[in-house]
């Protein structure tokens, strides 16, 4: 169809698939929200990317945690995770940072998507004295997993989770069950970025007064292609993307962009947590103090 300049979507498959192809026939791929070291592995020249490496998501429990006094943080952790690729890789990160940071990762779960029952899990850990908890889970199975935790009156002193623990859905059908569980976000609306407060606020009157931790993301991929696109002067694919490549992008709704010669801008991780029915970003340290787990029978 004559493209030459193509917005990506923010699967990481099919960005893959679409950037070998871009690259193949020279069309410049703008990627967001998918792994950069996928594209840094492969050098392309026609594809650039923002977002970060799997080994970078799966450290911000750990970064999020050390935050606390050291006196009352856990020691003892398990690493639960969906037995996927991405879940195989955030896992692998997760336990390497959580080490790192000289904490003990006696236990390393892989399960099926879907599962139904976690008590053995859950009892395992018991067991095990495990008083930290990381994972991958869709919001069905983190939804039903909170609630056997609390059927079997396990609180570990922290609980961090990728993917299910972030949708205004979790909250909603736990409730107060959900408060001092922590989740990744990509995004802020509470960030001191131009129009991040604005573009919150269109998107909860937009969506039922739902929030979003993930929109700015993709809209400061849109604005710094518009940016490029300007600077460059033409809508052409090479001088597009010429201006993309090691260039900077000030004042988006994600802050200062900065992209590598490679095409890659690598963005830091959010670590969010629920109070109350409303969510606030404990890590990077922005003065919100992160509050430990509170045990189901003091609450």
Not at 69 to 92: C, H, I, R, S, W
Not at 126 to 131: A, I, L, R, S, T
Not at 145 to 158: A, G, N, Y
Not at 278 to 283: G, L
Request: net charge negative; hydrophobic share 40%; proline share 5%.
């Amino acid at each position: 169809e004559g493209l030459e300049i193509i917005l990506s979507s923010n699967i990481t498959p099919v960005n893959e698939a679409a950037g070998i192809v871009a690259e193949r026939e020279q069309v410049y791929y703008h990627i967001n929200t998918s792994w950069t070291d996928f594209i840094a592995s492969h050098e392309f020249e026609w594809v650039s990317d923002i977002f970060l490496t799997p080994v970078a998501a799966g450290s911000v429990a750990a970064e999020a945690i050390s935050i606390a006094p050291a006196e009352v943080q856990p020691t003892k952790f398990a690493v639960m995770v969906e037995n996927n690729p991405d879940g195989q890789g955030l896992g692998d990160g997760a336990k390497a940072a959580l080490e790192a940071k000289g904490y003990d990762v006696p236990v390393y779960e892989l399960f099926t998507e879907g599962t139904k029952d976690f008590s053995s899990i859950i009892l395992k850990y018991k067991q095990e004295g495990v008083d930290g908890l990381v994972t991958l889970i869709s919001p069905a199975d983190g939804i039903q997993f909170v609630r056997q935790m609390k059927e079997q009156d396990w609180s570990p002193k922290f609980i961090f989770g990728w993917k299910g623990f972030w949708p205004g859905e979790f909250y909603k059908s736990l409730m107060a069950d959900a408060d001092y569980i922590c989740h990744d976000a990509f995004w802020s609306e509470t960030l001191p970025y131009p129009g991040a407060a604005e573009l919150g606020q269109k998107f909860k009157d937009e969506h039922d007064g739902t929030d979003t931790v993930s929109a700015g993301l993709p809209y400061a991929a849109v604005q710094i292609l518009a940016m490029a696109i300007e600077r460059a002067g033409v809508f052409e694919a090479g001088a597009v993307r010429d201006e993309v490549f090691g260039g900077t992008f000030e004042d988006t709704v994600y802050g200062d962009c900065v992209y590598d010669d490679r095409g890659i801008c690598d963005t830091p991780m959010l670590a969010l947590q629920w109070k109350g029915g409303d969510r606030v970003v404990v890590y990077p340290d922005v003065g919100n103090t992160i509050e430990l787990f509170v045990p189901w029978g003091e609450r």
